[in-house]
């Protein structure tokens, strides 16, 4: 197993470390940095599944797909597939189903602009 970020059952988000075990229960710069580095792919892959053009500024795609990565994870975990020797697959696809969905309703959401002639 990799060392990673992680939800436990009690939603803190902690460290897992390279033996599995649980680390500090505090999220460290690069945790921040990993979250908002995956939050900007899962965004992006959902705004690529998602149909239609999404007139959303990026930085809300961002937190859309930084939400959907801590809700995905915390799906998976509460059905028992999150913990997976190797690339966890069916977490990161639960999680890009919680990020398209989150960009269909922020696109749906989101004002959008109207240029006067």
């Known amino acids: 197993m990799c060392a990673g970020l992680a939800i436990n059952s009690g939603g803190y988000l902690y460290r897992v ?7 500090a229960r505090t999220m460290a710069i ?52 999150a913990d997976t020797n190797g690339w966890d697959w069916l977490e990161f696809i639960t999680q890009l189903v919680v990020a398209a969905i989150g960009v269909s309703i922020a696109a749906s959401m989101y004002p959008r602009r109207h240029i006067k002639a």
């Open 17 to 23: 470390n390279d033996s599995g075990g649980e680390g």
């Open 30 to 81: 690069s945790g921040i940095i990993s979250a908002i580095l995956i939050g900007l792919l899962l965004g992006a892959l959902a705004r690529f599944i998602v149909p239609g053009k999404q007139n959303i500024p990026i930085w809300l795609t961002i937190v859309v797909g930084i939400a959907a990565a801590f809700l995905g994870t915390a799906i998976a975990r509460g059905l028992g597939y």
